[in-house]
């Protein structure tokens, strides 16, 4: 291997790189921002009953009664 040769990043890395070095703080905005939104504490028993009560959609639903 010659003394020269450099790893390859591709541009995408780099700019993550350049955006992570410029705001030290970004990723734990980001983790910050993922739990405001999808980290959420699951209510199992209400999630079961929601599940129970879902009625089954009735095939070919386009032509019911009034269609005729």
Same mark, same amino acid.
Do not use: S
């Given at each position: 291997m010659p003394f020269f040769w450099k790893p390859y990043t591709s541009d995408v890395t780099s $700019?993550?790189?350049e955006l992570k070095a410029?705001? /030290?703080?970004l990723e734990a905005e980001?983790?910050?921002g993922r739990a405001l939104l999808w980290d959420k504490a699951i209510d199992r028993d209400?999630?079961?009953e929601y599940r129970?009560?879902?009625v /089954?959609?009735?095939p070919y639903v386009? $032509?019911?009664p009034s269609s005729k």
């Open positions: $700019f993550i790189e410029k705001k /030290p703080t980001q983790q910050a209400a999630q079961a129970a009560a879902n /089954p959609q009735k386009y $032509f019911g």
